[in-house]
């Protein structure tokens, strides 16, 4: 590990000036878990580490008189799916906290560092697209927002410029009858990195037709991605074999993998289309 | 543990019985001392400079930049070492020849896997030596990698080392240089008219990945290079004398010079046997006089350090209608690594072993590429080539409509049978392994549901002896402090003082074993091949034997009598003749132990065995699988391992062995594999990517303990480590070909692996 400096900004505006001062050197430091381990391992050029997580507003969990939800970027996984009303109105963020990592790496890792690492694979990032996520920088100009589907560029790149980071995550209220769940593949049952994932949202409404759907597929396309093609399918029907069919070929149809260590191109969009197919079942149930 | 079925034995006091280990405290408690947790005074940081390539010629090394960095005190390359001689040198399991060793240990003309060392680096600490590293400036001339086996052994491929010949059983070499270092050939029989006289004759093509043994524990080693010419290593090694007879020819060392402290390990399973940093170390002690540390961090124990062989395997094997087999002939190219070496030949000899066939044939192929020189892993070889013929097995049942395990009980070799290589089976439990697991609680079960199978096969491993020492005082409270030269890997500390104390009549806990350096023991072979426990407890056997006979001496010469006429119960009470007035004299060995220093003086026993014989080790295994045919993935439902010990000495570790051989087994099976691309990268150096089984990817192991006594063992004792290891990838297999009807001929059965034999070749 090369020599790092370490500060610990108390603001949002002590922590833009760090880190533009910093310049490509610098990073924002919240759990930790990826950033530390790329320093270490030399596999990302680091010479300061800005702490952001002792800032009140980017750690923490707020639930709107209306009924929205704010989590500050770096809140750690445990604290989200230990929150009652999130286990409640927002399941398929306990689907993706309790998976990232391990359960010691969920005492430290959060959604917004996860977001920010912007791995294809990241298992936080389906499930922030299909809630409408919305992402709140801030950086030497104020402040702006940002649709999650299109804040990662590609393999590890943002649209963060310098000075930028991630203050917050905003989710508008869950409607009546939706649902959502996130799935991954793995080829063992714990500790491990996607070779593909899957996050489904649905509504539904009393005759048991689908009204609205968002369906992300990661790890088979340079970022996560937000399947127009799948939701299409099955909004404005009750779900059927023949929808459910027709989203996981369009999932499929979406994807454009690599073959690597972790999966084949083969293999990852076949599981495209069998994770898509699986999450917007599983979406459907828990819309009820 | 509820599922085991261990007999506990009602012949023996300590034997049999589940005594705390005696190095359980230290361990929990985080006391032992692991060979990274040494520091000594002054000592020095050392890091390594790997290859980024798989295959160069190294035009030129510079280290001047680095030497001038702030803090760095020693750099050295290949070059610094004195010149290594074309000598063979005994390296554990087997020999090498110095030079390959020298240069697997740090590259001279030419890298030959990603990883592999050039330079390495003493600083004030491993920071600054990182930073070393950036500066040392290495031109390479990059050359092809040959990363296949059978391209590797076809001719007009790029040699790895122009000097390497195929060697022929009879001493023997080929006219041209090649890749194959060797080709090994056993036959027994007629194979024309064994295939003849068959009624099925199936023949199956199958591949293995490399796997690494994944011992949590990364390599280490620390030396100290005395101004008095002595050399100091701590290390985490399985066998202390190798280290020590490793390093001292690379510095050209009397042995005598080097002493070789053997730290706490954090398993080994062959895989530290070979030296890669003591030698690197001591050198660069050499060279500062100071002592210096090095140690691998989880890649460079990936890329640079032992796994076992990838293979190419070919298996044919006829049958009658009745299940009788009537031939085979196996086929098996496996690769080394870097430098001749696999263990092609112990695959060879196992591949049939549990099977009395009366024709066949078996090739072994030892050929080198370009991946890291290959190194023991647990039972070395056999997990590949039983997989092979287990599996051909498996299918010809399948296709006679034959009870796979009655087909097995119908072959299976006795007492009296010979294997192809020539080795006749004394007293084996091939057949009682087999009749236990037909009568097991889970061959009776019947299993139900979509997409589930059941699979099984057998397991055979030689196990081994040799030389083993055992030192024990007595005290005078009557407690045996016991000396051992066995790095305890796998509980062999209690295991071997469990022995000494059933010798003597004491408890297990009266035993203190230690574990100590080559200074202060006798020459103790490796701890592998199974033959700790066997070899270890033998030598405990006869020092305890000692201290008897040297008892009923000093209590003779107490009572002024006639040593044979004192007698050393199995009850631990020393009885002589009757006193003047008559009455019986005797003494408990806690009494005579309290007077032995007034009475002439301490109690050593002592024995260094060398046992050339072994108790061969069979094993039955039982697998219930299910398959997600959407994704590939296998969830292992149900296990259970049979498995003859021949005395389970403290059946708690031998039931921990049948486990941790089986979790292993199923890694090979499932997931586990060197992952390269074109250029000869390993690109899955981490154990994110490299795929272990955790512990959620495991159901309960079911161990069942069979105890047929080995003749010749003074307690019955066959090694145990080992076998466990073999029967779970073709077991595997069988339960998938059970499940979907698909027969995967490659390991790891990955799902990626499963999705592309099932998937229709449009999706």
């Known amino acids: 590990m090369q020599a790092v400096k370490y500060a610990r900004a108390e603001s949002v505006e002590e922590a833009v000036s760090l880190l533009q001062d910093g310049g490509d050197g610098a990073r924002p430091l919240a759990g930790g878990t990826d950033v530390i381990v790329q320093a270490r391992e030399r596999t990302r050029d680091i010479d300061l580490f800005v702490d952001i997580k002792h800032i009140p507003e980017v750690i923490g969990i707020e639930h709107g008189t209306d009924g929205s939800l704010t989590i500050g970027a770096a809140t750690p996984c445990y604290e989200i799916y230990g929150d009652d009303t999130i286990a409640e109105k927002y399941p398929v963020l306990v689907d993706s906290c309790s998976l990232i990592g391990g359960t010691a790496i969920q005492g430290r890792a959060s959604l917004g560092g996860n977001l920010c690492n912007s791995s294809p694979a990241a298992d936080g990032i389906p499930s922030l697209i299909v809630l409408e996520g919305q992402v709140e920088i801030a950086g030497p100009n104020g402040r702006r927002t940002v649709a999650v589907e299109d804040f990662c560029t590609g393999p590890g790149q943002n649209v963060l410029g310098d000075g930028e980071f991630v203050v917050k995550l905003h989710f508008p209220a869950p409607a009546e009858r939706s649902g959502a769940r996130f799935l991954r593949f793995i080829p063992r049952n714990e500790m491990d990195i996607a070779v593909a994932n899957a996050a489904s949202a649905v509504r539904l409404d009393g005759d048991g037709n689908v009204t609205w759907a968002r369906v992300s597929v990661g790890a088979i396309a340079p970022t996560p991605l937000l399947v127009g093609g799948a939701a299409d399918a099955i909004v404005g029907q009750p779900l059927s074999e023949a929808s459910i069919a027709a989203a996981a070929a369009a999932s499929s149809a979406a994807a454009n993998p690599i073959t690597d260590m972790r999966g084949s191109i083969r293999q990852r969009v076949h599981l495209a289309g069998v994770l898509t197919e699986r999450t917007i079942r599983q979406a459907a149930e828990r819309a009820g | ?763």
């Open chain 2, 1 to 763: 543990m509820v599922t085991a079925q261990s007999k506990e034995t009602e012949q023996y006091n300590v034997i049999g019985t589940r005594p705390i280990r005696h190095d359980g405290v230290d361990k929990v408690t985080g006391a032992a001392q692991y060979g990274a947790d040494l520091n000594l005074p002054g000592m020095l940081a050392g890091r390594v400079l790997r290859s980024p390539h798989a295959h160069a010629r190294i035009v030129s090394i510079d280290t001047s930049k680095a030497e001038a960095l702030d803090g760095v005190q020693a750099v050295i390359t290949n070059a610094d070492f004195p010149r290594a001689g074309d000598e063979e040198i005994d390296t554990g399991e087997g020999t090498a020849n110095l030079k390959w060793v020298l240069d697997n240990v740090i590259a001279s003309d030419k890298v030959l896997y990603k990883g592999h060392a050039v330079a390495a680096v003493a600083a004030a600490d491993h920071h600054i030596a990182e930073d070393a590293l950036e500066l040392i400036e290495v031109e390479y001339e990059l050359l092809t990698p040959v990363l296949d086996v059978r391209d590797a052994m076809v001719d007009g491929s790029p040699l790895l080392h122009d000097g390497l010949h195929t060697a022929a059983m009879d001493g023997s070499k080929s006219d041209n240089p090649s890749n194959t270092a060797s080709h090994l050939q056993f036959t027994k029989g007629d194979l024309d008219a064994g295939f003849a006289d068959a009624d099925v004759v199936l023949e199956r093509e199958f591949e293995t990945s490399m796997a690494h043994q994944g011992y949590i524990e990364p390599h280490n080693g620390t030396a100290y290079y005395r101004a008095d010419g002595t050399l100091d290593i701590w290390t985490s090694t399985q066998g202390a004398f190798v280290v020590r007879d490793s390093v001292a020819p690379l510095l050209q060392l009397s042995p005598s010079q080097v002493k070789v402290t053997p730290m706490e390990i954090g398993g080994g399973f062959g895989g530290k046997i070979p030296v890669y940093l003591e030698p690197l170390a001591a050198l660069l002690s050499q060279k500062t006089g100071r002592p210096v540390k090095l140690t691998m961090n989880r890649e460079e124990v990936l890329l640079a350090t032992g796994p076992t062989s990838g293979t190419y395997m070919r298996v044919r094997m006829g049958a009658k209608r009745d299940g009788t087999i009537t031939a085979a002939d196996v086929h098996l190219a496996f690769e080394a690594g870097a430098y001749p070496g696999s263990p092609v030949g112990a695959g060879a000899m196992c591949a049939l072993a549990p099977y009395d066939i009366p024709n066949q044939r078996i090739d072994g192929y030892d050929v080198v590429v370009n991946k890291p020189k290959t190194a023991a892993y647990r039972a070395p070889g056999a997990p590949q080539s039983e997989f092979a013929t287990e599996s051909v097995l498996n299918e010809l049942a399948e296709e006679l409509g034959l009870d796979p395990l009655e087909m097995r009980l119908q072959n299976a070799c006795v007492e009296g049978a010979q294997r192809a290589d020539g080795f006749t089976y004394g007293i084996i439990g091939n057949v009682e392994c087999l009749e236990a697991a037909q009568e097991s609680p889970h061959w009776q079960s019947e299993l139900q549901g979509p997409n589930r199978g059941r699979g099984i096969a057998q397991g055979f491993w030689f196990n081994i002896g040799f030389e083993s020492s055992a030192y024990a005082q007595v005290n005078g409270d009557g407690t045996v402090p016991l000396v051992l030269g066995s790095t305890d890997i796998g509980g062999t500390r209690a295991s071997i003082a469990m022995q000494l104390a059933e010798t003597l009549g004491i408890s297990a806990e009266e035993v203190h074993p230690h574990v100590v350096d080559t200074n202060s023991v006798g020459y103790t072979q490796v701890t592998g091949g199974s033959r700790t426990t066997f070899a270890g407890g033998w030598a405990a056997y006869e020092c305890a034997m000692d201290i008897r006979r040297q008892m009923e001496e000093r209590a003779a010469q107490i009572w002024e009598c006639d040593a044979a006429d004192v007698t050393y119960g199995d009850d631990a009470i020393i009885r002589g003749p009757a006193d003047e007035d008559g009455n019986d004299q005797q003494f408990s060995f806690k009494e005579l132990a309290g007077q032995l220093v007034t009475s002439g003086g301490h109690i050593v026993g002592r024995a260094d065995v060398n046992k050339t014989s072994s108790g061969p080790a069979f094993a039955t295994h039982i697998v219930d699988v299910e398959v997600d045919p959407d994704t590939g993935k296998v969830d292992i439902l149900r296990y259970t391992a049979v498995q003859d010990a021949g005395t389970a000495i403290h059946p708690a570790y031998v039931e921990g062995q049948m486990q941790g051989g089986v979790a292993q087994g199923v890694g090979m099976a499932l997931n586990e594999e060197y992952y390269y691309d074109e250029s000869g990268d390993l690109k899955n150096a981490s154990l994110l990517d490299y795929r272990m089984p955790t512990a959620l990817d495991l159901p309960m192991i079911e161990t069942n303990i069979v105890e047929v006594p080995n003749p010749g063992h003074p307690y019955g004792v066959r090694g145990v480590g080992e076998v466990p290891i073999i029967p779970p990838a073709p077991a595997v297999r069988a339960a998938i070909a059970n499940a979907i009807g698909v027969h995967m001929n490659e390991l790891p059965m990955s799902p990626r692996a499963i999705l592309d034999a099932t998937l229709p070749s449009g999706d």
